[in-house]
């Protein structure tokens, strides 16, 4: 066994030690018990190996009661398995609802424990705080399953012409798997609920997604550089927060955030506190003042112009060039504001799939529409292409960065849907930081140091500002 297996086993061991500890301290609570009588749904041709236990059961207020059955496999509920029995208001037994699997051949033994298949999550989430919940880990037959068209005039169809009843999901094969629930919530880690299906034999992630629960809402922006803007945000127990509900998924914080520096300098853009605010109205559309509060309505314009950045640039992307996000995937990425103090740049992190914005010295808070699409595109740039930034590879990293992120202000100011638009942005670059932009798209040498041609006294250049 090599160094590097043997370490990887051995922190395998050891989250399956924390794992054991977890489920031994939060045991799966049984259900309480019910106080109706239904039919049980038990059908004999699905043979003595199925049952259908209980889950819950309802009168409505025609007087009919409703019990809601999970099918069981040997003793293990089936994923998705269900069946509904009705009954009338005079006791008589309606037409059933059923969605159960039959042709199920399994060994219900799992060869990995309930601990390992959690310490197998826990590697995959690398928490960084504490859970809110602890995970809750279940063993259960899961169909994998395979869309199939079925209609019969299907050859006369296209991809987006199908509708429902076009299409069938057929099972491929069953598969003895746990799942896995769980709920972060920490000031490190953010709000991730995270529900996974690993293989109960080979440990292998068949299915993960998000399970977080949330409002999604809109909030009014007093933007510096692009007026009164609307943005996405997210509705909280106390109020509301930074976090865009309709882009991006995953990533860091669960979603696109925006989140507060606080003048920090740290690259590791950790377990920093993602916008919040008791109203659904953010910022004063002014140049932030150096030394003020982060979190006043001054501090959160420049979290204003990083979340409206944000989202026009990924919908450039998604629109446009039909590309799912920075990494084509829809992984959330996020934006972070008040890095440092004074500091006259802005910049994107590949390591922390992020984009960090200075407040500025010499220029104004760097957050305008064409940096932040300036800073996103490096963000693709690093998931295509990876230029190596230095000498011309860099040069064509910046260029393109300029590039989309004018592509990016047109799109903003005077686009929808698919086009573009041809009003509303300008061919310069940080035209709004200062007096005279950083870069002319037009000319490049009209900023003083930038040639307009390629030649092969170029070399290594100066990659200029705004990385």
Request: glycine residues 12%.
């Amino acid at each position: 066994m090599s160094t590097g297996m043997a370490r990887i086993n051995l922190r395998i061991f050891g989250l399956a030690i924390i794992a054991q500890g977890l489920l031994a301290q939060h045991p799966l609570q049984s259900p309480a018990p019910l106080h109706y009588q239904v039919i049980n749904p038990a059908e004999p041709a699905l043979g003595s190996e199925h049952a259908f236990r209980l889950r819950h059961a309802h009168s409505d207020g025609l007087g009919q009661t409703h019990g809601h059955f999970n099918q069981h496999y040997k003793g293990v509920r089936v994923w998705g398995g269900d069946a509904i029995t009705h009954v009338d208001r005079h006791g008589h037994e309606l037409p059933m609802t059923q969605a159960s699997y039959r042709d199920i051949l399994l060994n219900v033994t799992p060869e990995l424990s309930e601990p390992e298949a959690l310490a197998i999550v826990l590697q995959q989430l690398a928490p960084k705080g504490t859970f809110a919940l602890a995970p809750q880990v279940e063993r259960v037959v899961f169909p994998q399953e395979a869309e199939v068209v079925t209609h019969r005039d299907r050859g006369a169809r296209s991809g987006q012409d199908l509708n429902a009843e076009d299409i069938t999901r057929q099972v491929v094969r069953f598969h003895l798997a746990y799942h896995v629930h769980t709920e972060l919530d920490n000031d490190r880690d953010g709000i991730r609920h995270t529900d996974f299906i690993l293989d109960a034999h080979t440990g292998a992630i068949l299915r993960a997604w998000n399970t977080l629960h949330t409002t999604g809402a809109v909030g009014t922006g007093k933007s510096q550089y692009s007026d009164v803007v609307s943005i996405n945000t997210n509705v909280t127990p106390t109020g509301f927060e930074l976090r865009d509900m309709t882009r991006g998924a995953g990533g860091t914080y669960g979603n696109n955030v925006v989140t507060n520096a606080n003048h920090a300098t740290s690259t590791t853009a950790s377990g920093e506190a993602v916008y919040a605010n008791a109203t659904n109205a953010w910022g004063d559309g002014v140049n932030y003042v150096e030394g003020t509060s982060t979190t006043a309505p001054n501090g959160q314009t420049a979290a204003v112009d990083a979340m409206f950045g944000m989202m026009k640039s990924w919908d450039f992307y998604k629109n446009v060039l039909n590309r799912n996000g920075i990494d084509g995937a829809g992984t959330a990425t996020h934006s972070r504001v008040h890095y440092g103090t004074a500091y006259d740049n802005a910049f994107w992190t590949d390591a922390c799939f992020c984009m960090t914005y200075g407040d500025g010295a010499h220029f104004s808070t760097l957050t305008p529409l064409d940096v932040a699409g300036h800073e996103m595109s490096h963000g693709v740039c690093a998931r295509t292409a990876n230029l190596t930034y230095s000498g011309e590879s860099g040069g064509l990293n910046e260029a393109n960065s300029d590039i989309f992120g004018t592509l990016i202000e047109f799109y903003a100011r005077g686009g929808s849907g698919s086009t573009i638009g041809d009003t509303g942005g300008n061919f310069t670059i940080g035209e709004q930081l200062a007096s005279t932009p950083l870069r002319y798209m037009h000319k490049p040498s009209l900023d003083g140091a930038s040639p307009d041609a390629w030649s092969p006294a170029l070399g290594h250049g100066n990659l200029r500002r705004l990385r």
